[in-house]
């Protein structure tokens, strides 16, 4: 407890100082005393008491008890001195108690005052200590500041020497342009000077050659020239013997004639007939070399053809192929009115079919032409283009040949826009054969037909020609799959590559896990496939299994070939 300062002392040191000053002024009375005392027994007295002290004595003397009186005076001054010496003992000893209380007074404020002293350095440490932990608060503040400023300083002379770097490479990378351009003229220019010195020096060698090869030359021509006249001359000799001989037997001349004029009616007569029965035949036994698969009977067949006793099986034509529900109906109408035209004596429709590769637009033609009962013949469009000059006369043989069908024919031609396009940007890059196949295709097809039904597909419909689109009676876009139809198409694919066994009676065992949840995952998985590349994932499935040597198709081994083919799109 630390006691406040009154008058720069404490309550102790007022209390001792207090009674330490009745102490001295207590001395000082005594002091006082004596003095009073001595100055008596000195003589500085009254004298009127000097006399009245002279008669006691007088009287003390005459008194018979005068020496009692005076032994009696004595043990009074006796008893006073002893009581004086009494006094001063207690006066000493009350002086002896105050100094130790004194000392234990001081002692006391001494230990309050080192106590004070060490608060006072504790409160002066501990404000120090504050004061020297805010300086270094500040200090790490300022040293953060700068190091924030140094590095922000650093970042932007960094950013300015990239630009800088960056500058200096496009120059660099500009003149290295320049260097090559330069270069390049410059071996250009060597090369050119260098062709023309050896065109040069060539030319100079030939003027200096050429007498020398023309006297060759006419040395060589004027011997080729006698031989020629001695054959000449000895082929006329011949002549002239064998028409003296005949002259002169007129029988052989006559025969002669005769046999002659025989031999050319018979020559020339076998060749007209020979190609008036090769265009009758070609006419109603021969394939067009454009058709790539008919199922009309032929003498010359090329790809696959049905024979006339092989009568084709009329079932659904949309029982294989999985397209979304509004072109599956309209698709439906127009092949139910294209199948029974003949029968309602209505002419045959026009179809256009277009899309991204693989959404079924082929698959779907081939079933249509296989199925509908009619006769059909399948063409590209690029096999127009190596025949060159023949190919618009082809073209005219196709038409011809197409007919001449009684049932009437389905003519598809896939890759439609291989022939078929022309416009303002392509019409400059098109060949006169190409334009002339498609000046044939529009002869052919501009008015309704009874016997041809005209089925195109390609991936482009954009670039077709707008004649060719005129001509078109209807047309389809085969989008990419959704998800419902993607379900349904690995279903199919699955029951097809997978489940069913191969040509050679090997099956694949299925794992439970891959069940119909897995299919719809695989759908969900394969956003954006078309039909193509999901039989393809299927048949990757197969492939998986029978290269890795095992028999069944696990979850875990589907699952990685998806991994592969969604990580590897261009591979689909």
């Known amino acids: 407890m630390r006691w406040p300062r009154l008058g720069g002392q404490s309550p102790v040191q007022s209390a001792a100082s207090n009674e330490g000053k009745e102490a001295k002024d207590k001395l000082e009375d005594d002091k006082k005393d004596k003095d009073k005392n001595a100055a008596d027994a000195n003589g500085f007295f009254d004298p009127e008491m000097l006399e009245r002290g002279a008669s006691a004595l007088k009287e003390l003397d005459a008194s018979p008890h005068a020496t009692s009186a005076f032994q009696l005076a004595a043990m009074q001054e006796k008893t006073t001195q002893m009581a004086s010496q009494k006094e001063a003992e207690s006066n000493i000893s009350q002086r002896m108690a105050f100094s130790e209380q004194l000392g234990i007074v001081q002692a006391e404020e001494s230990r309050k005052t080192i106590s004070h002293t060490a608060d006072q350095e504790r409160d002066t440490a501990r404000y120090k200590a504050e004061v020297e932990q805010q300086l270094q608060s500040r200090k790490l503040e300022h040293q953060k500041n700068q190091l924030e400023t140094q590095l922000q300083r650093e970042h932007d002379q960094w950013v300015r020497q990239e630009a800088i770097r960056v500058q200096n490479e496009l120059q660099v990378e500009e003149e290295r342009k320049k260097t090559l351009l330069r270069k390049a003229e410059l071996d250009r220019e060597a090369i050119l000077a260098s062709a023309q010195a050896a065109a040069k020096g060539e030319a100079k060698g030939e003027r200096e050659n050429v007498e020398i090869r023309m006297r060759e030359m006419r040395a060589k021509k004027a011997e080729e020239r006698q031989t020629k006249l001695e054959a000449i001359e000895a082929c006329f000799s011949g002549l002239s013997e064998g028409a003296t001989a005949l002259f002169e037997d007129r029988s052989k001349t ?85 199948l029974s035209a003949q029968d309602n004596g209505t002419p045959f429709r026009h179809l256009l079919l277009h899309g991204p590769p693989g959404t079924g637009k082929t698959l ?209």
Not at 382 to 390: A, K, M, V, Y
């Open 254 to 338: 006559v025969a002669l004639v005769s046999g002659l004029t025989a031999l050319a009616l018979g020559v020339y007569g076998a060749r007209g007939a020979i190609r008036v029965v090769s265009t009758v035949a070609e006419q109603r036994l021969g394939q067009p070399p454009l058709v790539r698969e008919t199922s009309r009977w032929s003498l010359r067949p090329s790809g696959t053809t049905f024979w006339p006793w092989a009568t084709a099986k009329k079932a659904d034509v949309f029982e294989n192929i999985v397209l979304e529900q509004e072109l599956a109906e309209r698709l439906r109408w127009t092949t139910n009115a294209l």
């Open 364 to 572: 779907f033609a081939r079933t249509l032409a296989r199925q509908s009962g009619l006769d059909y013949a399948v063409m590209s469009g690029g096999d127009l283009g190596p025949l060159g000059s023949t190919g618009p006369n082809e073209l005219h043989k196709l038409f011809a040949w197409a007919q001449q069908s009684k049932k009437g024919l389905i003519l598809f031609i896939d890759e439609a826009d291989a022939f078929l396009r022309r416009g303002r940007s392509a019409e400059a890059a098109m060949s006169e054969d190409a334009r002339n196949a498609l000046s044939v295709f529009l002869h052919h097809t501009g008015t309704e037909s009874a016997r041809i039904a005209v089925v195109l597909a390609t991936n482009v419909p954009s670039v077709l020609d707008r004649a060719v689109l005129d001509r078109m009676d209807e047309q389809f876009e085969f989008p990419l799959p959704q998800y419902q139809e993607r379900v349904q198409m690995m279903n199919m694919f699955m029951d097809r590559y997978i489940l069913a066994p191969t040509k050679r009676g090997h099956s694949i065992q299925i794992d439970p896990a891959l069940d119909d949840k897995f299919v719809q995952e695989l759908a969900k998985k394969t956003e954006g496939f078309s039909g193509r590349q999901l039989a393809k994932l299927a048949l990757a499935f197969q492939s998986a299994v029978f290269g890795s040597g095992t028999t069944k198709l696990t979850q875990g081994l589907a699952e990685t070939v998806l991994s592969w083919r969604l990580a590897n799109p261009s591979s689909n």
